[in-house]
């Protein structure tokens, strides 16, 4: 496992050794043991989650005030564009995110530790999505940051408007939300 350091010290990509030849390919997907040598994060993984997106489809920016989620994040079909926003207000990189390119064919994976907003933009013309948490899905702590806030001026890849939810039309402005300690 190769772990490539990001803009924000504690998000994380993860390249996993993969074994391939003319038959295909092997690789161990989360090996915990491994995972807290390589990153020095020790955790426990409560959910897993799935999606599947068509291409355009805009997911984010979401994050909980309470049951904070960190997430392994991963993509088995396609491509897409990861984001990550610091929205801990004690922390240095407070405000700032990264983008990460994460697809089918590169097989990284992305650790976005508890205390970040997160969404993904579909590059591809489906993408298939997968996701560990280190803590349940609380619908009532959930907040979401408007995927295109000035202040963020969030650089999500994409060609034409995204296709978004209900939910992510009305996210707040970044200045209005209400952010973690």
Known sequence: MNIIPTAIPDVLIIEPKVFGDSRGF?????????????TGVATTFVQ???SRSIKGVLRGLHYQLENTQGKLVRVVQGEIRDIAVDVRKS???FGQWVAVQLSADNHRQ???PPG???GFAVLSDAAEFLYKTTDYYNPVAERCIRWDDPDLAIDWGLEQPPLLS????VGSPWAKAELLP
């Open 26 to 38: 092997f690789f161990e997907v989360f090996n915990a043991r491994e995972f807290a040598r390589h």
């Open 48 to 50: 897993d989650n799935q």
């Open 91 to 93: 922390s240095p990189t």
């Open 110 to 112: 992305l650790w976005i």
């Open 116 to 118: 970040f907003a997160h």
């Open 166 to 169: 209900d939910k992510d039309k």
